[in-house]
């Protein structure tokens, strides 16, 4: 009888109805959508920090990590400086 419950369970447990675990968001959202929405990533990121160990792993809390790294260098063009010896 237990082996019947067993698959049920993890069968369930693995269906969750958003995929997240931030409250506000119906989706899974990706890197780009957050980069190009700046206000909803740092709600995002406030709400990531206020609990690490729950939503550490939360697919949303790391990709809006990382929109906030690459919102935080810019598009990566930076100018050169010169190597060269004065003399």
Known sequence: ???????????????????????????????????????LRKKVDAFCANDPGRTMQDSNCINSQQATRIASVGNGNFPKISTALPW
Do not use: N
Not at 18 to 23: E, H, I, K, N
């Open 1 to 39: 009888m237990l082996k019947f419950y067993v698959p049920l369970i993890v069968l369930l447990v693995g269906c969750s109805a958003s995929g997240t675990q931030v409250p506000f968001l119906d989706r899974v959202m990706t890197v780009a959508e957050f980069t190009a929405q700046p206000a």
